[in-house]
C-alpha cells in the first residue's frame, strides 16, 4: 500500500482494473486507491504479470501492507504473502497450509478429466476444479484454462467471473450479454410502498473518514467565530464582462475573489497564520486552497503563490485541477500547504453561508451568490447586484477587528477591480 500523501496511515482499495493473471507494463493504472485527501489512482512501477492481490476492493489497510504481487508469470509465489505479513518466515500453521495447498496441485496436475460439450468441443479439467464448478454451478464451457493444453484448473474455477464469458467462450448469445448487461445497468432504486419505512446503509470512504475526523477537530478546537459583508459587485461584473472580450481569456467570479483575497492577505498577514501552541505561525507566502465538490466528497488544491498569478492565470489554474480533481488526475502534493481557503457556493444559488476552517488555516472565506435587488446609493433606491461572504476566523489566532479589516480591504478590491491590476 502505497503512502500518497504526507498524512496518510491507511488506504482503502475502491477498484481493482487488473484481475490476477493479466500482464501488467510499467505504468498501467492497476487500482484506484482512497487516501485521506482523495481516490487516485495507482500505477505500477513494475512490468510482469499480476500473481496475487492482497487488499480486496473494499477493504482497507495501512501504508505498507501487501497490495499486491508482480512478477514473471508462472512464478510460485507460494509463503510469500504470508512472510511479508510476518516480516520473515511464515508460521507452522501457515506452512502446513502451504503444504495441503502443494499436495492439492500436485494432485490436480496429475488427473485429468475430459468434459464433453453439447457443441461437441472438448474440454480438459481436473478433477478438483470440476468439483469446484459443480458447486458453484459455473458453466465449464465459458471458463479459459490456464494449465497445459487449455487444462481448467482450480486456480481458473476460483478466478472466474461471469462478466469475462462473453469474450472467452459466447456458447449462448443471450447467456453471454447476461453478465454484460447487469454490470453496466444503472443501480435500480428499491420499490417503497407508501406508509412503509425504508433505510439503507452505505459504506464510508476513506475520504469521507477523514473529512469527518478533521472538520470535527477543527470545529471543536478552534473556536470560530463569524464577520460577513455584503460586497456591491456592479463594477466586478463590468470589468469580467470588459476582460472575457479578450481572445483566449475566461475569467470567473470566483478567481477575481481569489484574487482579491490573496491581495488582502499580504496586507493583512495575521489572517494568513496557524496556530500552534507554544507560537503563531504568520505567513507571508499566500497559497489559497480552493474547496472543489466531487463525487466522494470535497478535496481543496491549492494554488501556491496566488498573489503573484494574474487573473487569467488564476482562472486556468483553477480550470485545471479542479478538472483533475473530479477525474481522480490530481496528485497529494497539490493539495497540501494552503494557508487560507475559499469556498463558493454561489454557483448553487447559496446567497449565505459559514463553513469550518481548513486547518491548519486560521481562516476560511464562504463565497455567495450574486443577487440583483434593489440597493440605497446616493440617497436613491437603485437596482444593484450584490454578494455577501462570510470570514470565519480561528479567535485563537484572529481577532474580530483584524477579521473585519481584512474584509474591508476585500471589499475595495472587489467593488474596484482596476485596483486588483497596479
Known sequence: MPRLSDTMTDGTVATWLKKVGDKVSEGDILAEIETDKATMEFESFNSGTLLHIGIQEGESAPVDSLLAIIGPEGTDISGVAENFKKGGAASAPAQEEKAEESKSESAESKEETVETVSDGRRIFISPLAKKIAEEKNINISQVKGTGENGRIVKSDIENFKPAAA???????????????????????????????????????????????????????????????????????????????????TKVSFNDMVIKACAMALKK???????????????????????????????????????????????????????????????????????????????????????????????????????VEKPVVRNGQIVVGNTMKVTLACDHRTVDGATGAEFLQTLRQYLENPVTMLA
Not at 453471454?176 to 452505505?202: D, L
Not at 503563531?280 to 466531487?294: E, K, L, M, P
Not at 470535497?298 to 480550470?319: E, M, R
Request: hydrophobic share 40%; no cysteine.
Open 166 to 248: 462473453t469474450s472467452q467462450a459466447p456458447a449462448s448469445q443471450e447467456t453471454a450479454a447476461k453478465p454484460e448487461t447487469t454490470a453496466s445497468a444503472p443501480a435500480v432504486k428499491p420499490f417503497v410502498p407508501a406508509g412503509e419505512t425504508y433505510s439503507e446503509e452505505i459504506k464510508n470512504s476513506q475520504m469521507r473518514k477523514v473529512i469527518a475526523k478533521r472538520l470535527s477537530e477543527s470545529k471543536f478546537t478552534a473556536p470560530h467565530y463569524y464577520l460577513t459583508i455584503e460586497v456591491a459587485m456592479d463594477g466586478a461584473m463590468a470589468s469580467r464582462s470588459t476582460i472575457n472580450a479578450l481572445p483566449d
Open 268 to 370: 493583512h498577514p495575521k489572517v494568513n497564520s496557524q496556530w500552534k501552541d507554544d507560537v503563531t505561525v504568520i505567513h507571508h507566502h499566500v497559497h489559497i486552497g480552493v474547496a472543489v465538490a466531487v463525487e466522494d466528497g470535497l478535496v481543496v488544491p491549492v494554488l501556491k503563490f496566488a498573489d503573484q498569478l494574474s487573473l487569467s492565470q488564476i482562472g486556468a489554474n483553477v480550470k485545471d485541477v479542479a478538472g483533475r480533481a473530479k477525474n481522480k488526475k490530481l496528485q497529494p502534493a497539490e493539495m497540501e500547504g494552503s494557508t487560507f481557503t475559499v469556498s463558493n457556493l454561489g454557483m448553487f444559488g447559496i446567497t449565505e453561508f459559514t463553513s469550518i476552517i481548513n486547518q491548519p488555516n486560521s481562516a476560511i472565506l464562504s463565497v455567495g451568490a450574486i
